[in-house]
């Protein structure tokens, strides 16, 4: 069984900055794809940031320049660097993994529990 736990959020002013931290656990052969997803109340949920195994990169547009994607395969962790917040980023974050349990096991999606942040202006 694999677990996301996630950490690092919270309630931080406009202009501030907050880590977010997602460690895998459990039955993991191997880790592709990580990254990050948000839903603010009312909007659909959103690809903010991803990372693939080749430590390739891809941002939404609006979080370009402030937020950044890093992982630590030895710690099956991705982590969200986020600055010069806004109140337009306050959402919930959600941690997702692509990964395979086992080597008989095919590719599949993971999530996280989702972690709140607010930035007040």
């Known amino acids: 069984q694999v677990q996301l736990v996630e950490s690092g959020g919270g309630l931080v002013q406009a202009g501030g900055s907050l880590r977010l931290s997602c460690a895998a656990s459990?039955?993991?052969?191997?880790?592709?794809?990580m990254g990050w997803y948000r839903q603010a109340p009312g909007k659909q949920r959103e690809l903010v940031a991803i990372?693939?195994?080749?430590?390739?990169?891809n941002y939404l547009d609006s979080v370009k320049g402030r937020f950044t994607i890093s992982r630590d395969n030895a710690k099956n962790t991705v982590y969200l660097q986020m600055n010069s917040q806004k109140p337009e980023d306050t959402a919930v974050y959600y941690c997702?993994?692509?990964?395979?349990?086992?080597?008989?096991?095919?590719?599949?999606?993971?999530w996280g529990q989702g972690t709140q942040v607010t930035v007040s202006s």
């Open positions: 459990g039955s993991i052969f191997s880790i592709n794809a």
């Open positions: 997702y993994v692509r990964l395979r349990p086992t080597v008989w096991d095919r590719w599949d999606d993971y």
């Open positions: 990372i693939d195994s080749g430590d390739s990169t």
